[in-house]
């Protein structure tokens, strides 16, 4: 079965700092993962994806993510944080079979001015 | 290009009543998704549609939840009877059938509330 644990239920930064986001997967097999981001009142907006090719992905509004197999790890990362954004992030694991998309809980990011 | 569509945005019912939700997907794209997300819990899974076909419904509470996906295209989904449980965010998605990852793109949400 796929999971996958967001450390962080809520994450606190200042602006102009480093964000990190953390994220760990279960997969009995090589796994397609994503992290979607929720602003309120909005829909879900995929941020980037890894399918096994490189394995640090870049996404939009300057985020990336590194998959590291050896600890099942892809934690979510940005140099400087900007207060737009403040938001719900979430690690997703595909099925690789149906596309099914298997949500973590979230982490809250709040961006401090 | 215009994103999935839901109606309506919010829905307050009683317990024991019924509702239904609509989605209308991305012109073109093959495969529809429901998703329900309770407050402070990411997404989970309700049912998925290959064209008119349902592809997995494993989490769908079938004693009160059915959907539908006529002619491959628009879909509903419906709760009868509601418990208070199933207030929550409906997330509708959709993505192309173009085989290995396809991006899913999801609509506003339907958020329902059940007193």
């Known amino acids: 079965a796929q999971s996958v644990t967001q450390l962080d239920s809520h994450v606190s930064v200042s602006e102009g700092t480093p964000v990190l986001l953390r994220c760990n997967y279960s997969s009995s097999y090589s796994p397609s993962l994503f992290w979607y981001v929720q602003h309120p009142n909005k829909g879900l907006q995929l941020l980037l994806k890894y399918t096994s090719a490189a394995t640090l992905v870049k996404g939009i509004n300057g985020f990336e993510a590194e998959f590291k197999k050896s600890e099942t790890s892809f934690h979510l990362t940005k140099p400087s944080a900007h207060m737009s954004d403040a938001a719900e992030y979430f690690c997703?694991?595909?099925?690789?079979?149906?596309?099914?998309?298997?949500f973590g809980q979230g982490t809250t990011l709040q961006v401090k001015p | 290009e215009a994103g999935v569509a839901q109606s309506p945005r919010y829905k307050i019912i009683e317990k024991r009543q019924s509702v239904a939700f609509w989605c209308n997907p991305i012109?073109?794209?093959?495969?529809l998704y429901w998703y329900q997300q309770i407050l402070g819990q990411g997404p989970k899974l309700l049912i998925q549609?290959?064209?008119?076909?349902?592809?997995?419904d494993s989490q769908l509470p079938k004693d009160r939840f059915s959907a539908e996906r006529l002619k491959g295209v628009d879909s509903t989904l419906k709760i009868q009877p509601a418990k208070l449980e199933d207030s929550a965010v409906y997330l509708c998605?959709?993505?192309?059938?173009?085989?290995?990852?396809?991006?899913?793109?999801f609509g506003p949400g339907t958020r329902l509330t059940v007193l």
């Open positions: 549609f290959q064209n008119n076909g349902v592809v997995d």
């Open positions: 997703v694991v595909s099925s690789s079979n149906t596309g099914k998309l298997i």
């Open positions: 012109s073109g794209h093959a495969t």
């Open positions: 998605a959709s993505s192309t059938n173009r085989g290995g990852y396809n991006e899913q793109f």
